[in-house]
């Protein structure tokens, strides 16, 4: 199956700082999905990007399905945007799957 | 304007017991799935269901047996209990035969066996 690799694991910023995010995916996709996991456990939709960029905010995406990686792009970080990060992509289309990366860990401290 | 709902949110049982989980979405979605978050946060795939039809069953024990009654709900009916089957597990649709095949999940159902 598809393997999704996403880093770095962990990530310790300081609040207001800038950083990205990278999913790395082993074959074509037609779904790929930026969740952001809160601390509360409640998985929250960022982007639905299988290709091109979108922006939402201080966060943005982009997609380079011919390279097969993604990047998330957060700026001006929060408190609040402490969390898990996670990636997921499905090849299939229909009858899909999502194939989870393992996530990114961010804390951003005050 | 809960888009996808479970319940219970939280459940805690002891082994060997028979617990079910519930799953409504209101977007007039035609696919629902179950997935399991384990105790690293890892989250895999377990079932998926298209107009009440199964379509795929991710090597999941026969303990565990998905119905679905409607293709606006979704349910998990775990049997005989193991403390391994304590996880989070979250309920998703999304609409097939789409330009989009996003998913989006429900709140989560955090099981503990004790």
């Known amino acids: 199956g598809i393997q999704v690799e996403q880093s770095p694991p962990d990530l310790i910023l300081q609040e207001g700082a800038n950083s990205t995010l990278r999913c790395n995916f082993s074959?074509?996709?037609?779904?790929l999905q930026w969740f952001h996991q809160n601390p509360w456990g409640q998985l929250i939709n960022l982007f639905y990007i299988p290709s091109g960029t979108k922006q939402n905010g201080r966060l943005s995406a982009t997609t380079v399905a011919t390279e097969r990686y993604s990047l998330l792009y957060i700026s001006s970080s929060q408190t609040t945007d402490s969390g898990v990060y996670f990636c997921?992509?499905?090849?299939?289309?229909?009858?899909?799957?999502?194939?989870f990366g393992k996530g990114i860990t961010l804390s951003v401290r005050p | 304007d809960t888009a996808v709902s479970q319940t219970p949110k939280y459940l805690v049982t002891q082994m060997g017991n028979d617990k079910s989980i519930k799953c409504e979405q209101n977007l007039g979605h035609d696919t629902m799935y179950w997935y399991k978050q384990d105790s690293k946060k890892f989250l895999k795939i377990m079932f998926s269901y298209n107009n009440k039809e199964l379509i795929i069953n991710e090597t999941v024990p026969n303990r565990f047996s998905p119905k679905s009654p409607d293709k606006a709900h979704l349910n998990l009916h775990i049997n005989s209990l193991e403390l391994g089957d304590s996880a989070v597990y979250f309920c998703?649709?999304?609409?097939?035969?789409?330009?989009?095949?996003?998913?989006?999940f429900g709140p989560g159902t955090r099981l503990t066996v004790t």
């Open positions: 074959d074509s996709v037609n779904n």
């Open positions: 997921a992509v499905d090849h299939s289309g229909a009858n899909s799957k999502l194939t």
């Open positions: 998703a649709s999304s609409q097939e035969q789409a330009l989009s095949y996003e998913q989006y």
